[in-house]
Nanobody
Framework: QVQLVESGGGLVQAGGSLRLSCAAS????????MGWFRQAPGKVRDFVAA????????SYADSVKGRFTISRDNAKNTVYLEMNSLKPDDTAVYHC???????????????WGQGTQVTVSS
């Protein structure tokens, strides 16, 4: 298991930007795929973005492509989600996740952080 702690959420106006961070426990960070999911009130938890071990492979949900960028700094055991051109539909609790394989991560079978709230006002 990987311990994950998210930060960086908040309230922002539509069109604005936020940067989320997720700090992971040091021991097993590097070999893990990392990613972000989000859950809006009354909805299921949806995949947002994922990044491979070295940071060279990324994937995104269609709804955030071109607006969000996932990155990682293995020296700091941290993964980031840069969110630009935010929309009210992006309002949700954003959860960081980690898993040994991409399949496990994108099927929501990894470890989870407690989440950070992102609210986008119109």
């Amino acid at each position: 298991q990987v311990q994950l702690v998210e930060s960086g959420g908040g309230l922002v106006q539509a069109g604005g930007s936020l940067r989320l961070s997720c700090a992971a426990s040091a021991r097993t960070f590097s070999p893990y795929y990392m990613g972000w999911f989000r859950q809006a009130p009354g909805k299921v938890r949806d995949f947002v973005a994922a990044i491979g071990w070295s940071g060279g492979t990324t994937s995104y949900a269609d709804s955030v492509k071109g607006r969000f960028t996932i990155s990682r700094d293995n020296a700091k055991n941290t993964v980031y989600l840069e969110m630009n051109s935010l929309k009210p539909d992006d309002t949700a609790v954003y959860h960081c996740t980690a898993a040994p394989t991409r399949v496990q991560l994108t099927s929501a079978q990894g470890s989870w952080g407690q989440g950070t709230q992102v609210t986008v006002s119109s």
